[in-house]
Nanobody, 127 residues
Framework: QVQLVESGGGSVQAVGSLRLSCTVSGYISSTICLGWFRQVPGKPHEGVARIDSHGSTLYADSVKGRFTISKDNAKNNLSLHLQMDSLKPEDTAMYYC???????????????????WGKGTQVTVSS
């Protein structure tokens, strides 16, 4: 079982920056794909970015050039990060870290295959 805990959300003015982090613990397979999703009330989860087990990244068009996903494995603790720059009011949402542990399949930036989710961290961008 994998556990995910997000941190780093908050309130910021437009064009500002925030860095989200997600601590990944539990049984972590070598094929794990990790992603960031966001959700506003009344709408489904929107894929923001993902990084697969090879380090390959994929971004939503709306965040390309502004957000950067990364992961590190310092001291055997796996962490996922999302550096968010040039933030816009439309980036306001609850942000979730999620994992897809399926081996041997392409990791799409789609919420369906991600089977484990954190509780989320709120990001609010004011104009």
């Amino acid at each position: 079982q994998v556990q995910l805990v997000e941190s780093g959300g908050g309130s910021v003015q437009a064009v500002g920056s925030l860095r989200l982090s997600c601590t990944v613990s539990g049984y972590i397979s070598s094929t794990i794909c990790l992603g960031w999703f966001r959700q506003v009330p009344g709408k489904p989860h929107e894929g923001v970015a993902r990084i697969d087990s090879h380090g390959s990244t994929l971004y939503a068009d709306s965040v390309k050039g502004r957000f950067t996903i990364s992961k590190d494995n310092a001291k055997n603790n796996l962490s996922l990060h999302l550096q968010m720059d040039s933030l816009k009011p439309e980036d306001t949402a609850m942000y979730y870290c999620a994992s897809d542990r399926r081996p041997g399949v392409y990791c799409y930036l789609s919420a369906g295959p991600f089977d484990t989710w954190g509780k989320g961290t709120q990001v609010t961008v004011s104009s």
